[in-house]
């Protein structure tokens, strides 16, 4: 699932990480670090600072253009308000370093996976660096199996008790993440964890995600 999310979308493994030197003289993991915390505290403008002027993202490999990436409030497309309503909650749990990128292995879980029993998914995310120091790329990548819990279930359960609303929620099988889409698919996994036995999962409050930046 891209999100923004799959694109866009905590603070970043629940961490402040300190201001760290800008440009070469920073490794490239202390900016990409300072950039994510400071996304994570909403202060777009100085993470902006740390970005070439027209940086470019990409999912799983870097190939062709790519498409522009924008960070804060009006970013992230319509997966930003389903990450935001399924509290999206990214961990990194290890930092590499090449020659002209940071990349930060991520855990993220959400209530779209708890929902399906989905369990945990690993993303990688590539930050790359110009001449300058500046953050000029990002590469998202999968890691690993993408287990689909019980989705099959509940897609069959929804089609043959709602298949209205299934089909308007995942027309041709794929999630529409459109509008009030979040709302209405918690609401009908709910049904179907009710009717089935299990504990509904319903919303909490929760800090908008920095999943995908």
């Not at 062709?64 to 389903?82: F, R, V």
């Not at 590539?126 to 500046?134: A, E, I, L, Q, T």
């Amino acid at each position: 699932m891209k999100s923004a999310t799959l694109l866009f979308s905590v603070a970043v493994a629940f961490v402040t990480f300190p201001a760290c030197a800008s440009g070469a003289a920073a490794s490239k993991i202390e900016r990409a670090r300072q950039f994510r915390a400071l996304v994570a505290k909403q202060d777009y403008d100085a993470a902006r600072a740390l970005m070439a002027e027209h940086p470019r993202r990409w999912w799983d490999a870097r190939e062709g253009e790519g498409s522009p990436w924008k960070i804060g409030p009006d970013a992230g497309g319509p997966w930003k308000h389903w990450d935001e309503h399924f509290h999206s909650t990214p961990a990194v749990v290890r930092w590499t370093e090449g020659s002209d990128s940071a990349t930060a292995l991520i855990h993220e879980s959400n209530d779209y996976y708890r929902l399906l029993e989905r369990g945990t998914m690993t993303n990688e995310l590539v930050y790359s660096f110009d001449g300058d120091g500046k953050i000029e790329g990002l590469v998202i990548r999968s890691v690993g199996e993408r287990p689909q819990g019980r989705t099959a279930e509940f897609v069959a359960w929804a089609k043959k008790n709602d298949p209205r609303e299934i089909g308007e929620l995942m027309p041709d099988g794929e999630i529409d993440p459109r509008g009030d889409h979040a709302e209405r698919f918690r609401r009908l996994a709910n049904r179907w964890r009710r009717a089935t036995g299990r504990e509904p999962i319903e919303s909490s409050a929760s800090s908008p995600s920095a999943a995908h930046v």
